[in-house]
């Protein structure tokens, strides 16, 4: 089990680094890590990295902060 979970990880950190190295130039090109693996699978990577732990909560504070008042998402 570990030896695919292993080969799991190695095999999507290639492809994050694949990706990032198409955007590398733009500035201030960065990663951003989320998840319960975010951990794990930043030491796999080699590009500028930055972990936002509630990113899906944040998200969901600005969507909820832009319906209007007594409206419900969905």
């Known amino acids: 089990a ?3 979970v292993s080969g799991c990880l190695l095999a999507q950190a290639g ?7 198409r955007v590398a130039t733009q500035p201030q090109a960065c990663c951003i890590l989320t998840g319960g693996a ?4 930043a030491d796999l990577l080699q590009m500028p990295l930055r972990k936002e732990d509630t990113l899906v909560l944040q998200g969901l504070a600005i969507a909820a902060r832009a319906l209007p008042p007594g409206s419900a998402m969905g």
Not at 15 to 21: E, T
């Open 2 to 4: 570990d030896a695919i």
């Open 38 to 41: 975010a951990a794990r699978f």
């Open 15 to 21: 492809a994050v680094n694949a990706l990032y190295a």
